[in-house]
């Protein structure tokens, strides 16, 4: 089965993530591209158990928790550098895994805050604003739309912050460049800028599902106390998470038939809250670190990757202390 490349965006930078491989490219304050890479060696990356149906969704949301953390936080050392450096000069990047503590309390505070946002928000206003009817059914279709109103007017306001903006130009370096390798179309920035900046395997796509199937099964979950309705929509959520995965999987795989386009259609729509079109450097950031993961699988030689270095050369972060681990 053909793997599924794909990545995130992050400061300044994209994060491909291959077989073996993981690769981050940022783009220094002084214009250098700073590559980080690391071999994919945990138990969830390794063990077949992980890529059966259902279970390789959990894997899908380690990578957005865990490895878009560690990413994150490497891409803002790389934002700290010495904008007047030489190109080429020995510039220390900070390439050391963070602490359990910081890694596990900076998520814990995401997970506390979409839960908060995303899921106890909802019920909470809905129970208010319905306080005057007996209809259950009612108060938790209202909370549904509340809870999609919430999320697209969040991707709004974060969509207006000048630099997220930019992080959503990457968003959209990253899907051109994927979208250009699943077509076999040659990786320069000019060829890459002609796809779409869309991706029927997007992250947004995958929130937009994971939403919508779960309001529709908290609508019929009847007249719960709200401690209740908090704890079962927690409790559901990776469960629908990991099913949202597989359905994004089936349209990426068959969206040639007019149903699925259909199917695929809305998550599409929304990608264009969360990307922009991106300038040609960028392009080339998106480049070097899929071109690294596909050398790393074997996908192309290491001879035709050392060929490209040469025309878009980049520089390995030189860590502070010790050597890079394997990720997560």
């Known amino acids: 089965m053909k793997f599924n490349y794909g990545g995130q965006a992050v400061l300044e ?3 491909m993530r291959g077989q073996r491989h993981m690769a981050v490219a940022v783009r220094a304050p002084n214009g ?11 138990k969830i990356y390794t063990s077949k158990l992980w890529r059966l149906p259902f279970m390789r969704g959990l894997v899908s949301l380690w990578d957005a928790l865990v490895l878009g953390t560690q990413t994150l936080f490497f891409s803002a050392n790389v934002a700290m550098l010495d904008p007047d450096a030489p190109q080429g000069s020995e510039q220390n990047v900070d390439t050391e895994q963070i602490s359990g503590w910081a890694l596990w309390s ?18 909470f206003i809905a129970t208010l604003a319905f306080s005057w009817t007996d209809q259950h059914i009612a108060v938790n279709i209202a909370e549904g739309v509340i809870r999609l109103a919430i999320f697209m007017g969040y991707l709004w306001l974060m969509g207006k912050m000048p630099d997220v903006r930019r992080v959503f130009m990457y ?17 320069e920035p000019e060829t890459v800028q002609t796809f779409t900046t869309v991706h029927t395997r997007c ?3 995958f929130l937009l599902v994971v939403l919508v199937v779960a309001s529709v099964i908290f609508v019929f979950m009847g007249d719960l106390s709200f401690i209740w309705k908090l704890v079962s929509r927690i409790f559901i959520i990776p469960l629908v998470a990991t099913g949202a995965y597989e359905f994004l999987r089936f349209t990426a795989a068959n969206y040639r038939f007019r149903v699925v386009r259909w199917l695929a259609a809305p998550g599409l729509a929304l990608q264009k809250m969360t990307t922009r079109q991106p300038e040609l450097p960028m392009l080339e950031i998106a480049i070097v670190a899929l071109e690294h993961v596909l050398a790393a699988d074997g996908i192309i030689s290491q001879e035709e990757y050392e060929a490209r270095r040469l025309r878009l050369p980049v520089r390995p972060a030189q860590p502070v202390r010790g050597n890079s681990g394997a990720a997560a």
């Open 203 to 205: 992250g947004t796509s």
């Open 171 to 187: 968003h959209g370096a990253e899907h051109k460049t994927i979208n250009a390798y699943e077509a076999d179309a040659k990786l």
């Open 13 to 15: 930078g994209v994060m």
């Open 32 to 42: 250098e591209i700073i590559l980080k890479t690391e071999p994919l060696q945990s």
């Open 106 to 123: 900076t998520m814990a505070f995401s997970l506390l805050f979409a839960i908060g946002l995303f899921f106890a928000a909802p019920p």
